[in-house]
């Protein structure tokens, strides 16, 4: 079943076109990788779908399970099961890590929210992030380092159990161990849970935990070259300028070859 549909989106942010004409449909339960250098519009396709006010969409339109998404508000979406684990969280001064939580998870559940429950699966979440106790009774990210902010974006994932889930550059800024047991963390809720998956970041480390279905390269606001892991290696050994050079003869030979 295709949970994300992008269909044929152009995506700006102060008047300037980062995505052009952008299409990608993604079914429940899979991954996929969206990789290329830096200011290809990567990470401007997750804000996207989460409904960032900064980015505009000209054209096109998004769908979850067939609901059009366009003018729906970052917390509707939210509340639909669209999650953004973000490159560089946020502090939010004064509102509690518990408290940011059980008040998402009480707007989303209602009168089905059970506080029993959410602190026994909020302790055990923290214990499977390794994440200092303390920490949950914090202002959301105030004083957290970048591996701490980042372990904080896993936490707020396995608590509020989205359908959709977009990692971007959840891997910068980590240690090699942090990296190891995030990577693994979402590979565990994966197998429970069967979100899709869209995983932003420039580097094979990432999916080495990770193992992407698919990985798609972003140059210019489109997708160049779609393939699966093989993919990945490839982009380690010939670097993104290489592939892209390569991708740009590969579509001049179709072009000029004759029709048989």
Do not use: W
């Not at 001064?93 to 029993?116: I, M, P, Q, S």
């Amino acid at each position: 079943m295709n949970i994300l549909k992008i269909d044929n989106i152009t995506v700006s942010i102060e008047e300037k076109v980062i995505l052009k004409d952008f299409s990608l449909t993604i079914k429940s339960g899979e991954i996929h990788a969206i990789m290329g250098q830096n200011g290809t519009g990567k990470s401007t396709l997750v804000r996207i779908i989460m409904g960032d006010p900064a980015y505009k969409l000209e054209s096109g339109k998004i769908y979850f399970n067939d609901q059009e998404l366009s003018a729906m508000s970052v917390d509707k979406r939210a509340r639909l099961g669209v999650f953004l684990g973000m490159q560089m969280p946020t502090e939010v001064d004064g509102v509690t890590n518990a408290d940011f939580l059980r008040t998402a998870l009480v707007n989303r559940d209602g009168k089905d929210f059970k506080l029993y429950s959410f602190i026994k699966k909020l302790d055990e979440s923290v214990d499977q992030l390794q994440m200092n106790k303390e920490m949950i009774h914090r202002s959301v990210n105030k004083g957290f380092s970048g591996g701490e902010r980042k372990k904080n974006e896993i936490l707020q994932m396995k608590m509020l159990e989205p359908k959709v889930v977009m990692l971007d550059e959840i891997d910068s800024g980590l240690d090699v161990d942090s990296l190891k047991m995030i990577g693994e963390e979402v590979i565990a809720y994966h197998k429970v849970n069967k979100p899709a998956i869209i995983l932003v970041t420039h580097y094979k480390r990432l999916l080495d935990y990770i193992k992407p279905d698919f990985v798609h390269i972003i140059s210019d606001g489109k997708i160049v070259k779609s393939g699966d892991f093989s993919l990945v290696l490839e982009i380690e050994e010939e670097g993104y300028k290489g592939l892209k050079n390569r991708v740009s003869i590969d579509c001049v030979a179709k072009v000029n070859k004759p029709n048989e």
